[in-house]
């Protein structure tokens, strides 16, 4: 029986035609959706209950300590942490300076951990914006030929702390002309009501191996590492502790540093070390403390300003650099 082709017969087929295949591209949509879903339910929870988060928000940690002076994360902040379905796991959290006894956050920590380490990045957003000057130590003498080296000294740190008042805590940072071991140091500054927090860490640089320097005339600043308190942590990274930098933790925060420094040196690889953490020179800096022990040559210390003009008065001092300032929130002794 032949049936008459009408436009409404093609119109209804059409539809129908039209309605089928809308339903097969909503159900694949659905489907790769859910599998999507299935997908990074199995990466996330693979990834936080191998506690691999823990184990790179403890390691970009030891490295802030040694790189970056006064930067600290605070005990009981939030950490975030994520891996994308390409696998770069992101990592952030605040990060604080201490000023007097008090910290203030001064911006959060980011991280990216790719597949190729290369790409990995590491890097601050400061809340405002960083005075790079902030923190310059100046070497007491030339590594190469052990000549005498002077500082760049600014006599408006002074100046600025004299008429400030004096029911106000800041931070400041200096050079020594000469090195000394952490606990030299540590006691060089005990007649002073003062925190330390940071000393620069000679630790071979250009004798040993080339860095960064900067410098003009009779001064030489090189690209660091810094000494204070230790970190540790249990094997499964979820209790971890930090010392503070004080003379009767001296001895363990040395042990805890050469602790990490060959942790990351047996375990970790370069890129992830340099690329990831931004540690450079750490085999070369390792053996260099391993030989020749630990000598410091400024620090970083904050408390009342009548405290910090005292060191003007220290001959040994030179070149220092003021930092954040604040309300007086010390505690007299």
Same mark, same amino acid.
């Given at each position: 029986?032949?049936?008459?082709?009408?436009?409404?017969?093609?119109?209804?087929?059409?539809?129908?035609?039209?309605?089928?295949?809308?339903?097969?591209?909503?159900?694949?949509?659905?489907?790769?959706?859910?599998?999507?879903?299935?997908?990074?339910?199995?990466?996330?929870?693979?990834?936080?209950?191998?506690?691999?988060?823990?184990?790179?928000?403890?390691?970009?940690?030891?490295?802030?300590?040694?790189?970056?002076?006064?930067?600290?994360?605070?005990?009981?902040?939030?950490?975030?942490?994520?891996?994308?379905?390409?696998?770069?796991?992101?990592?952030?959290?605040?990060?604080?300076?201490?000023?007097?006894?008090?910290?203030?956050?001064?911006?959060?920590?980011?991280?990216?951990?790719?597949?190729?380490?290369?790409?990995?990045?590491?890097?601050?957003?400061?809340?405002?914006?960083?005075?790079?000057?902030?923190?310059?130590?100046? *070497?007491? +003498?030339?590594?190469?030929?052990?000549? /005498?080296?002077?500082?760049?000294?600014?006599? %408006? $740190?002074? &100046?600025?702390?004299?008429?400030?008042?004096?029911?106000?805590?800041?931070?400041?940072?200096?050079?020594?002309?000469?090195?000394?071991?952490?606990?030299?140091?540590?006691?060089?500054?005990?007649?002073?009501?003062?925190?330390?927090?940071?000393?620069?860490?000679?630790?071979?640089?250009?004798?040993?191996?080339?860095?960064?320097?900067?410098?003009?005339?009779?001064?030489?600043?090189?690209?660091?590492?810094?000494?204070?308190?230790?970190?540790?942590?249990?094997?499964?990274?979820?209790?971890?502790?930090?010392?503070?930098?004080?003379?009767?933790?001296?001895?363990?925060?040395?042990?805890?540093?050469?602790?990490?420094?060959?942790?990351?040196?047996?375990?970790?690889?370069?890129?992830?070390?340099?690329?990831?953490?931004?540690?450079?020179? *750490?085999? +070369?800096?390792?053996?260099?403390?391993? /030989?020749?022990?630990?000598?410091?040559?400024? %620090? $970083?210390? &904050?408390?009342?300003?009548?405290?910090?003009?005292?060191?003007?008065?220290?001959?040994?001092?030179?070149?220092?650099?003021?930092?954040?300032?604040?309300?007086?929130?010390?505690?007299?002794?």
């Amino acid at each position: 029986m032949n049936m008459e082709w009408t436009k409404d017969k093609e119109k209804k087929i059409l539809l129908k035609y039209r309605f089928t295949l809308t339903v097969k591209i909503i159900r694949i949509i659905a489907a790769t959706l859910f599998f999507f879903w299935l997908y990074m339910l199995v990466i996330s929870i693979s990834y936080h209950s191998l506690g691999l988060d823990k184990k790179h928000i403890f390691y970009s940690r030891v490295a802030m300590d040694w790189s970056q002076p006064n930067m600290q994360e605070d005990f009981g902040s939030i950490d975030s942490a994520e891996i994308t379905p390409f696998f770069t796991q992101k990592i952030s959290y605040p990060v604080y300076k201490m000023i007097g006894k008090e910290t203030e956050l001064i911006g959060t920590k980011q991280l990216a951990k790719r597949l190729a380490p290369m790409y990995s990045t590491n890097q601050t957003d400061y809340l405002k914006p960083k005075n790079e000057q902030e923190y310059t130590f100046y *070497l007491p +003498e030339h590594p190469k030929t052990g000549t /005498k080296l002077e500082a760049n000294e600014d006599p %408006a $740190v002074w &100046t600025k702390l004299e008429k400030v008042h004096e029911g106000t805590v800041a931070e400041l940072s200096f050079s020594t002309k000469s090195y000394m071991t952490p606990e030299e140091m540590l006691g060089f500054l005990k007649p002073y009501d003062l925190d330390v927090l940071w000393m620069p860490l000679y630790a071979g640089e250009m004798k040993e191996f080339e860095t960064g320097w900067g410098g003009s005339g009779n001064t030489l600043s090189v690209d660091s590492i810094g000494f204070t308190g230790g970190r540790e942590a249990g094997d499964d990274y979820n209790s971890q502790s930090k010392y503070s930098l004080e003379e009767k933790f001296s001895e363990l925060n040395k042990k805890l540093m050469l602790q990490q420094m060959k942790n990351l040196l047996d375990n970790e690889s370069t890129s992830y070390r340099e690329n990831f953490l931004g540690l450079s020179h *750490l085999e +070369e800096r390792y053996n260099y403390l391993m /030989k020749e022990g630990f000598q410091v040559y400024g %620090a $970083v210390v &904050t408390g009342p300003v009548k405290e910090l003009l005292k060191l003007k008065e220290n001959e040994q001092i030179q070149g220092a650099n003021l930092g954040e300032m604040t309300y007086w929130n010390w505690s007299e002794e």
